[in-house]
């Protein structure tokens, strides 16, 4: 299995940006599909954005699209969630999680079909 660890997390203004990270060791990382979910206080994870192996396929749910990119280096076995227009309803913490497949338009979003999890990253979002 793939080991990853996020990080970028923290405390920011609504309207502001942040940058998560995600390192993976242990595999090659090439193999795997990325994803990011999210669990806010009090509620369920949430799927926020995968991408497939070589970049060519990202998807983002519904209440992210137009303000998170999922982005991924190879060379550096990282993947990475860019968060702009920051709201507070974003209050999170964020998880990557990895899966040695392709990306699949109907499992994308489902946490069963990723294998790896990090440890997850707090995003605070103040109003």
């Known amino acids: 299995q793939v080991q990853l660890v996020e990080s970028g997390g923290g405390l920011v203004q609504a309207g502001g940006s942040l940058r998560l990270s995600c390192a993976a060791s242990g595999r090659t990382f090439s193999i795997y599909s990325m994803g990011w979910f999210r669990r806010a206080p009090g509620k369920e994870r949430e799927f926020v954005a995968a991408?497939?192996?070589?970049?060519?396929?990202?998807y983002y749910g519904d209440s992210v699209k137009g303000r998170f990119t999922i982005s991924r280096d190879n060379a550096k076995n990282t993947v990475y969630l860019q968060m702009n227009s920051l709201a507070p309803e974003d209050t999170a913490v964020y998880y990557c999680?990895?899966?040695?497949?392709?990306?699949?338009?109907?499992?994308?979003?489902?946490?069963?079909?990723?294998?790896?999890w990090g440890q997850g990253t707090q995003v605070t979002v103040s109003s």
């Open positions: 999680a990895a899966q040695p497949a392709a990306l699949l338009s109907g499992t994308y979003y489902r946490e069963e079909a990723y294998g790896s």
């Open positions: 991408i497939s192996r070589s970049s060519g396929i990202t």
